[in-house]
């Protein structure tokens, strides 16, 4: 099925975000509440997938021309043109989250985001998003998410356009994003076989990149309460997620059996490192670390 045409920014418009430029690869959007459903059961916390999504809104409202009634069209570094006849593809994500954020009397409204460009390459760049509450600018929540230009017809990664480098082209960085993934314990890992639902997709009908983390997520709470896990327990829930990393390798789609695969850590007692495969082939490599009881 082809992909609706400007899905991404056609959502900014029903957002009701408020987003300011304070430079041209530099965004602030304000964001009045987090949903009901963002929370876990106890009310407290916030759902680690939730945030990713949190932050995929605001990628929608930055780079979209419908966000404001704005003349003429604006976006971070013109995005809203390049989306026109480019795919913009996550390929991976850095998350790390204040121990503050997981407490109750944290309070999680109002809370704005800052998109700042971190590296930008010839057909990939890395923003950072940065999650603080509206009246107090503390930090919640780093993330950092490097994407590809891809080609509407190839399905592969290009180079940016000759008129949108020859407009932002002097932001071009020397350092390279850098993925690193923890090497795989030699022992058997812990499974959980879930199948891609509506809900999962994006606007590309592909697995959206935080329904990932959602999957491994909830195969990690399975597994630990039933205590499956040698050192990993469920006060690793409780105390909440500090960390994660994601190594996006290849798509899934509507309808897909996957297979999500754990292993304990071998390196920190307090990380879990996950594999999620379709027929055998590695879709993504994903490693989150809890914080333990003492932090």
């Given at each position: 099925m082809k992909p609706l045409p400007n899905a991404l920014l056609r959502i900014a418009k029903h957002l009701n975000y408020k987003r300011t430029f304070l430079a041209r690869d530099c965004t602030r959007v304000d964001v009045p509440c987090i949903p009901y459903e963002a929370f876990e059961f106890t009310g407290t916390k916030i759902n680690p997938w939730y945030i990713q999504t949190l932050i995929g809104a605001v990628r929608s409202v930055s780079f979209s021309k419908y966000a404001d009634d704005k003349i003429p069209p604006r976006s971070t570094l013109d995005f809203h043109d390049i989306l026109e006849n480019?795919?913009?593809?996550?390929?991976?994500?850095?998350?790390?989250?204040?121990?503050p954020f997981h407490d109750f009397e944290t309070p999680k409204a109002p809370l704005y985001v800052v998109e700042k460009l971190k590296y930008l390459g010839k057909t990939s760049k890395t923003l950072t998003y940065d999650i603080r509450h509206g009246n107090t600018d503390e930090l919640y929540v780093s993330c950092d998410?490097?994407?590809?230009?891809?080609?509407?017809?190839s399905r592969k990664p290009t180079a940016y356009p000759d008129w949108w480098l020859q407009k932002h082209g002097d932001l071009v960085t020397e350092e390279k994003a850098k993925f690193a993934e923890e090497p795989l314990p030699n022992n058997e890992p812990f499974s959980s076989v879930i199948s891609v639902k509506s809900s999962d997709i994006d606007t590309y009908q592909h697995t959206n990149w935080a329904s990932y983390l959602k999957f491994c997520y909830e195969s990690f709470t399975d597994h630990t309460l039933t205590n499956s896990y040698k050192r990993m327990n469920k006060a690793h829930l409780s105390n909440g997620l500090k960390s994660c990393s994601m190594i996006y390798k290849n798509e899934t789609n509507l309808g897909d059996t996957l297979n999500v695969k754990s292993w304990e850590s071998d390196a920190d007692d307090d990380k879990v490192i996950f594999n999620v495969l379709k027929d055998d082939k590695v879709c993504l490599?994903?490693?989150?670390?809890?914080?333990?009881?003492?932090e």
């Open positions: 480019y795919f913009i593809f996550i390929i991976g994500v850095t998350m790390d989250i204040k121990r998410i490097t994407d590809v230009l891809v080609s509407t017809k490599y994903c490693n989150m670390k809890f914080f333990n009881t003492f």
